[in-house]
């Protein structure tokens, strides 16, 4: 299996930081990456999808980047809403499918 | 609007069989995959497999082979999770979602499978 390493596993941040999540493959996956925000009690959302491309209706402040096996999710300007816990996902041609173990984002 | 709306809650014993089912509306059933991703109490989301509703065809993590059975009623747009065999450590939110190859875009609302003696 793919091994997702995601990091950091929590963070604390003010409204209006930059935060920065970082998600590593065992091995290369080109740009099937995704990243999806979990909010206490619901169903994951997908956010961003092969690495760098917003999915419709999400705001403009998240972003991905990367390939290979080093990828990277930003959020330019905390807001509280963003509070959740977010998942980076693996889709490589091998299965399974992996997921990161999470980085629950707090605010400071 | 795209809808993907799951079983409810249920509770079993040690050994025991639970299926959940899923129907999807707002989108045409058969040109989306539908996955199934499970997520233990506290912990994080694993993926347990899909199912093309065009063909029927599936393709399960290898951790569940034997023990999961991913079925669809076209007639109803429905597709269905059976895990077998249940023990404690399968308690979990289950939930199903659409997905375009590996991108899960559209989740049901989970379903809380227990299990207990």
């Known amino acids: 299996d793919i091994q997702m390493t995601q990091s950091p596993s929590s963070l604390s941040a003010s409204v209006g930081d930059r935060v920065t999540v970082t998600c590593q493959a065992s091995q290369d996956i080109s740009n099937y990456l995704n990243w999806y925000q979990q909010k206490p009690g619901k169903a994951p959302k997908l956010l961003i999808y092969?690495?760098?491309n917003l999915e419709k209706g999400v705001p403009s402040r998240f972003s991905g980047s990367g390939s290979g096996t080093d990828f990277t999710f930003t959020i330019s300007s905390l807001q509280p809403e963003d509070i959740a816990t977010y998942y980076c996902q693996q889709y490589d041609n091998v299965l399974p499918y992996t997921f990161g173990q999470g980085t629950k984002l707090e605010i400071k | 609007q795209v809808q993907v709306v799951q079983s409810g809650a249920e509770v079993k014993k040690p050994g025991a069989s639970v299926k959940v089912s899923c129907k999807a509306s707002?989108?045409?059933?058969?040109?989306?995959?539908i996955h199934w991703v499970r997520q233990a109490p506290g912990q994080g989301l694993e993926w347990m497999g899909w199912i093309n509703p065009s063909s029927g065809g599936t393709n399960y993590a290898q951790k569940f082979q034997g023990r999961v059975t991913m079925t669809r009623d076209t007639s109803i747009s429905t597709v269905y999770m059976e895990l077998s065999s249940l023990k404690s450590d399968d308690t979990a939110v289950y939930y199903c979602?659409?997905?375009?190859?590996?991108?899960?875009?559209?989740w049901g609302q989970g379903t809380l499978v227990t299990v207990s003696s």
């Open positions: 092969d690495a760098s």
């Open positions: 979602a659409r997905g375009v190859a590996g991108e899960i875009d559209s």
């Open positions: 707002g989108y045409t059933f058969f040109g989306y995959y």
